[in-house]
Structure formats: C-alpha cells, structure tokens
C-alpha cells in the first residue's frame, strides 16, 4: 500500500524517516520513494502514525495502542521530535487504562500476537500478563471485578445505580470462575504464559484446571462427545475453531494442555481426563502424555462411571471392541497407590457374615466399576480368556464385599464363548467365591447349566449353609422378643397416666413384635427352600452313584470339594428315618430278653 505524504510532518516527528529522506539528493525532481516493509503492524499502523504527524487526534484502544506502541518505536517518534510524541502517548495510556482494565488488558496480549518479537522486547507481553495475572488471582469481590468492568456503578447502600438514580437491583456476586471464559480468546503461547503466570502468584489448581478444561473444550472437539443440549452452542463454536487448526496443532494443545494440568487429585473431573485420553489416541498423541493422562485417571478411578471406561479401541492391530489394556494399566495404577498410601482391608468374611462397611471405600466402588466393566465387555467374542481373568484378578478379595457382579459378569463371558473348556470354565469360575454370592445369585447359579457341576455343588452346599445361618439366626431373635415381653407388662404408671422415660424406651418392643412376625414368615419361606435344596441333593447323589461309583464314589467328591462331613447336609431325611428304625429296633430287643428269662425260670422250677 503507498501513501503520498508530505515530508514536513514526518521529519518533525520521527527519527528514521529523517534519515531516510535525507538520503536522497535535493537535485531530484521527483519525491522520495521510502519503503518500509517491516513496519509493525503494517499498512494500518503507518496510517495511524501518520495521522499523528499530521497532528490528526487518533483514538487509542486496547486492541490498537500495542501495535501503535511497535510503530512508534520503529519510526524513533521519541520526546527529541516533539513533546508528547506518540511513544509517550501509548505509554501512557497502556499504563494509566489499559493495565488497570480487565478487558482492555486482554484485547492487548491479544493485539500481541500481530507483533509479538517487538512486543516481547519493550515487556509489553510481560506486563499484560502480570497485570491478568494478578487480577485473577485476587478476589473480585474485594475491588468489584469484573462488574465495574461492565459499567455498572453501586450506590453507597450496594445497590446498582443508572443513571446516578438507585435501581434498588443488587449487584451479581462474581464467581472464582469469572475469567475463564475470556482467556480463551489467547493463543495456546500467551495462554500457557498466563497460567505459568498464575501459577508462580499462588492460584488455586482447580481454578488453573478449570480454565484449563474450557479451553481444551473450546479447542479439542473429541471432548465434548458426550453434552447436554444446554452446550450445543459452545459445541458448534468448538467445532468451528477446531476445523481451522490442522491434527497437528491439536496434538500439540493437547500435549501443552496436558503438561499445564495440575497433579493433584480431582482438580480435573475423571469425565474430562478421560476425554482428553480418548482424544489422545484419536491424535495419536505422544506416548508420555497418554501415561500420564492413565496415571491421572488412577489416580481418582473411584469417581469414573461406567460410560468413561468403555473407550473404543482406535489400534487396528487389537481385535477387542473396546480398549481393555488401556484400563487394565489405569487399575494396576490405582492398585499401586491404594497399596502406597496404605490402605488397609475394608472388611473380612468370616463364617460367612460380611464385616464392616465398606461400601464407602475407593477400592470397593472401583470394584463394583470394574464388575459393571467386565460385563459389558464380556460379549466380545474377541476378548481372550487371559485378560478377562487378568483383569477380573487385580482387585484383591476384600475390595468385593459380595461378589455377585463378578458372577454376572462371568456368565455373560460364558454364554459367549461357548467353546470354552471344561477345565478352562473351572478355571475362570475360580475368579469367583462361592461364600460371597447373595441367596438370588446363588439361587441363580444353582440352575445355570453353563456353569460346571464342581461350581454348582458349591454353590448349593453355601446356599443351604446360609439359610441355615439364617434361620438359626431368625430363631435366635424369636427367643429374645419372647423373653423380653413381660418386661413390657411390668413398666410402672405415674398417678397422671404418664409413662416415665424408661417406659418410653419399651415402646421399641412393639416395633420389635412386627418385625418378628415378618422375620417368621421368612422362615417359613427358608424352610420351604431347604427342603428344596435338600430333594436336590439327594437326586444328585443318586445320579452320582448310577454313575457306577457308589458310596465310594459319594465320599470320594466330599473330599475333592473339601466338605468335612459326607452326606449330612443334604440327606437330614435319611436322618430322621435311620432314627425311626432305631427306635423300633429297642422293644424287639426286649421281647426277646423277656422271654429267654421265663424260659429259665421254667427250668429252674
């Protein structure tokens, strides 16, 4: 672009367009041609200084004083060309308004990016960022940012004036996350300047993660897979920008976006991280910042869902649907913390009653998690029986209080792999106890013909253990209401009719009483089941011994399965009947001593 200009004006102000005029001879007819081509800012900052020569007043912004400032300082317009020349004018107005605004100081580290070399030398990028820096890490509530950015006046009684008349509205209280929004107009450079920035001055790591996370989404489409329809908006404008930036770009905002992440525990939320690694491996990003987005996500396993583990698998050289390696390294991390930092056993099974509580410990969700997992990745036909087993072996036997979602997820991996072997199905069953399955699992089990038969006669022997527990138990309580009734009549009366406080503690008893006629209609229903059970195990035991091998047969599978007594818990009928024989077997016997004692008293005689 040219300009025809006067050479009067530019002499009196800038120093390098003196010399440059006074280069060409006074004998030419013709003006001067001056080329600048690497003027900061361009054709527009010229025109700008050249106003200002010509002493047109030019109105300075945050978006433009950075790239007049550059100029000035190029043209050498310094105090020697005239008072108040236009390098003490910008310098001026970038302290005394543009630092001291908000926004302005944004429009400005923004406004650097055009001129950044020149910017970085006269430390206008350096003051930006400390004046951002420490705005965001003060309280706004403390100097009214952001709200006096928006013009918005307060009446000594606090509320918001218009037009100096009281509104009687009160002003908004500014959140800690006021400013997130507005970083994210940076460049990924000025932006990772501002959070370093930020993070020497002390800031909160959720609020760096915070800002952090709308960045990325603003930027890195992969991560907002899963929104609302309230973020639809955001969703588009994301896609937008992203579509601009080739693969490459991204990869490197998600490796820096990474690397700015703080390492403590839940500042980022486990949705997000998990967005970023899946993003990752769409990128193809480098292999420290996938190990450490994994470590992350270990890090706080506990507050995954089941949506965020099941990643797709992105490896073509994997046949499994989804990406179990990448989980399998994500828990054998939390595994290692948890063993790290010393976390004890949550709870002991011990004569098959569960101890303690621990459906509030990180390593007892992540189990119930990882059991949701294996049953939703157990249908895959390509998932190999090592990584099921692997995977279903890392938690050790306290992390499941119960371990019915492992048998869940066991007999969906059984119905779809059918060629699985006889010892391959033991081996896999073997994952499970058979002691911690609940009385519908068990029921369950003991009818699933997929399992083996080792399987079901244990889960039969523990299902009629505990509802014998349960009905002793039951019993138990049954005899205790029983004794403490007469308590209930024997509680003294005041002359008023009121019930001392002792009283009152009696009146649980009645609540007692209902619960103890229910508890029996469950027992009924228990017994009802253990004779069930028990008519299964005697046609099990005469199959067994159709088989050829009879009693030693019987007694040689009690041993195998471990049980101390051979057939008592499933033949209490025979029992019953062997006692019966025994009793009529007593009075022949006497009979036949009665009549043996006349026949020698006969011969006597």
Not at 247 to 262: G, K, T, Y
Not at 522 to 545: A, F, P, W, Y
Request: with cysteine; glycine share 6%.
């Amino acid at each position: 672009m040219s300009f025809h200009l006067h050479k009067f004006p530019l002499l009196s102000r800038s120093g390098r367009l003196e010399r440059l005029i006074e280069e060409f001879s006074d004998d030419e007819e013709e003006g001067c041609v001056i080329q600048l081509h690497d003027i900061p800012g361009g054709p527009n900052a010229f025109e700008l200084a050249a106003k200002f020569c010509y002493g047109v007043k030019v109105e300075l912004t945050g978006t433009n004083v950075v790239i007049l400032r550059c100029a000035a300082e190029y043209l050498e317009m310094t105090e020697e060309y005239g008072e108040g020349n236009l390098i003490s004018q910008t310098e001026i107005f970038l302290n005394q308004v543009v630092l001291r605004s908000w926004k302005d100081s944004i429009k400005a580290l923004q406004s650097c990016e055009v001129v950044l070399p020149r910017a970085e030398a006269l430390q206008i990028v350096k003051r930006c960022v400390d004046s951002l820096a420490v705005k965001a890490c003060t309280d706004p509530k403390l100097f009214g940012w952001p709200m006096m950015e928006h013009g918005s006046m307060q009446s000594p009684g606090g509320s918001v004036l218009w037009n100096g008349i009281s509104t009687g509205a009160r002003p908004k209280n500014a959140s800690s996350d006021w400013w997130y929004e507005d970083v994210t107009v940076l460049s990924l450079q000025l932006y990772k300047r501002l959070i370093s920035a930020m993070e020497t001055r002390g800031i909160k790591p959720e609020y760096i993660a915070g800002s952090l996370t709308l960045y990325a989404k603003r930027y890195l489409p992969g991560i907002n897979r899963r929104q609302g329809t309230q973020e639809n908006s955001s969703r588009f404008l994301s896609l937008s920008l992203a579509s601009a930036s080739s693969e490459d770009d991204q990869r490197l905002l998600l490796e820096a976006i990474e690397s700015l992440l703080p390492m403590q525990k839940g500042v980022a939320s486990t949705r997000f991280l998990f967005g970023l690694l899946r993003t990752a491996m769409i990128l193809n990003a480098s292999p420290d910042c996938k190990g450490n987005l994994e470590k992350r996500i270990g890090m706080q396993l506990d507050q995954a869902t089941l949506e965020d583990l099941l990643m797709p698998n992105y490896s073509y050289a994997v046949e499994t649907l989804y990406d179990v390696d990448c989980i399998q390294r994500i828990l054998d991390h939390f595994l290692f913390l948890d063993q790290t930092t010393g976390g004890a056993s949550p709870c002991s099974v011990d004569d098959g009653q569960l101890i303690g509580s621990p459906s509030l410990t990180p390593i007892t969700m992540v189990a119930k998690l990882m059991d949701s997992y294996l049953a939703e990745v157990a249908p895959d036909v390509n998932l190999k029986l090592p990584k099921f087993q692997s995977l279903a072996a890392a938690l050790p036997d306290y992390a499941r209080p119960l371990d019915d979602g492992l048998y869940r997820a066991i007999d969906i991996y059984l119905k779809a792999h059918p060629w699985l072997t006889d010892s391959e199905k033991e081996q896999l069953c073997r994952l499970m106890d058979c002691q911690k399955l609940s009385l519908e699992a068990c029921t369950h089990a003991a009818q699933n013909e997929r399992l083996p038969l080792r399987v079901v006669v244990q889960v039969l022997f523990f299902e009629q253990l505990q509802l014998r527990t349960s009905i002793a138990g039951c019993f138990l309580v049954s005899d205790n209401l029983d004794t403490s009734r007469p308590m209930r009549h024997s509680i003294p009366v005041s002359n008023e009719g009121a019930m001392p406080p002792s009283a009152l503690r009696g009146e649980g008893w009645v609540n007692a009483v209902r619960e103890n006629q229910v508890l029996k209609v469950g027992m009924d229903n228990m017994r009802l089941r253990v004779s069930e059970l028990e008519k299964e195990c005697t046609n099990m035991r005469q199959e067994i011994e159709k088989l050829g091998k009879g009693k030693s047969g019987w007694s040689s599978v009690s041993k195998k399965f471990g049980f101390r007594f051979k057939s008592q818990f499933c033949s209490t009928q025979e029992g019953a009947i062997n006692s019966q024989n025994h009793g009529t077997k007593e009075p022949d016997q006497l009979k036949l001593r009665q009549s043996r004692h006349k026949e020698n008293s006969s011969s006597s005689d």
